[in-house]
């Protein structure tokens, strides 16, 4: 039902853009929101977008991360500009709060120093 994709190995500095593919009865639903985790980390929040469009973001990403929302083709993407090391992780994408089970393989980021 979700399905991540767009990961990579990037260096500091660099760019990426995340797809996460859902089912339609789930893209309706009010909150998409992108998480990450890293290895021994609990997940953490990383953006989310209402269906009006809204978006929110964790501190650590503000100004760098752009979420976006394609509802005809079910997608959502973030943007993801000066990336950096620390941005390391694998990138998922859930409901806010995150309720939709299975989550999907997710994506991994890797940012070179």
């Known amino acids: 039902q979700l399905v991540e994709s767009g990961g990579g190995l990037v260096q500091a500095g660099g760019s990426l853009r995340l797809s996460c593919v859902a089912s339609?009865?789930?893209?309706?639903?009010?909150?998409m929101a992108w998480y990450r985790q890293t290895p021994g980390k609990q997940r953490e929040l990383v953006a989310y977008?209402?269906?009006?469009?809204?978006?929110n973001y964790a501190d650590s990403v503000k100004g760098r991360f752009t979420i976006s929302a394609d509802n005809v083709k079910n997608t959502m993407y973030p943007q993801m500009n000066s990336l950096k090391p620390e941005d390391t992780a694998v990138y998922y994408c859930?409901?806010?709060?995150?309720?939709?089970?299975?989550w999907g393989q997710g994506t991994q980021v890797t940012v070179s120093s």
């Open positions: 859930n409901s806010h709060p995150a309720y939709i089970s299975p």
């Open positions: 339609k009865n789930i893209f309706n639903i009010n909150r």
């Open positions: 977008i209402t269906s009006g469009g809204s978006t």
